[in-house]
């Protein structure tokens, strides 16, 4: 069954660094999404993307963060300047249409700012 | 605002004992509901939409249902391997973020 893959499965920054986090959507998939998960929190939204630009975004996807799709295959979230608060794991999801297509999830990217 | 609310936060059940695990919701209008299982170290796995009151899906020993407040995940006759925390989300017509709750962790034992 076809899925969403995101590298490195756990990245470790230093303060004030900047991170890149991959995905590879689902092939056929023309929406994709970012999520975090803030240890023992809820699974928080972050942006939507489609055709080369972004459809949604939450009040979380500040001027730090930024989002691209390179090439025909990657999808990748950009942090700026992390800070200490930015550590939580980090979900790409991808859909075929939006409304009656459910996100499919990667298994995520642990991000420890130290 | 809106707001999704699960309980219990974690149930503990014996193989074979069926319970039902609750979400409820305040939006300002319902696009749709998922329910998703994830498992420790995982992404969230896609169960099942359900986008109006009185719809039932069914999967396996899962059973989801939705009414104009709430929906319910049934689980039957649960076996060890349905141990994950179980997460309910909701979207909404203003767009198609998904708004999740805080999940309920299930474990079955033996």
């Known amino acids: 069954e076809p899925e969403v893959t995101q590298t490195p499965s756990h990245q470790v920054t230093q303060m004030g660094q900047e991170v890149i986090l991959r995905c590879v959507p689902i092939s056929n998939h023309l929406y994709f999404y970012w999520y975090r998960q803030i240890l023992g929190q809820k699974v928080e939204f972050l942006v939507s993307?489609?055709?080369?630009?972004?459809?949604?975004k939450s009040e979380i996807f500040d001027d730090q963060f930024s989002v691209e799709r390179p090439d025909g295959s990657n999808f990748t979230l950009k942090i700026r300047s992390t800070k200490l608060e930015d550590s939580a794991m980090y979900f790409c999801?991808?859909?075929?249409?939006?409304?009656?297509?459910?996100?499919?999830f990667g298994d995520g990217t642990r991000l420890s700012i130290l | 605002e809106d707001q999704v609310t699960q309980s219990p936060e974690a149930l503990r059940l014996q193989e074979g004992e069926s319970s039902s695990l609750n979400c409820s919701y305040t939006v300002s209008g319902l696009r749709g509901l998922f329910w998703y299982r994830q498992d420790p170290g995982k992404g969230p796995e896609f169960l099942f939409t359900?986008?109006?009151a009185g719809e039932e899906k069914e999967k396996e020993r899962l059973k989801a249902t939705l009414t104009k407040k709430e929906s319910f995940l049934h689980i039957t006759a649960p076996k060890p391997e349905d141990s994950a925390t179980y997460l309910c989300?909701?979207?909404?017509?203003?767009?198609?973020?998904?708004?999740f709750g805080k999940g309920t962790s299930l474990l079955v034992t033996p």
């Open positions: 993307f489609y055709n080369n630009e972004i459809s949604e």
């Open positions: 999801a991808s859909s075929e249409r939006q409304g009656d297509q459910p996100q499919h």
């Open positions: 989300a909701v979207q909404t017509n203003s767009g198609y973020a998904l708004n």
């Open positions: 359900l986008y109006s």
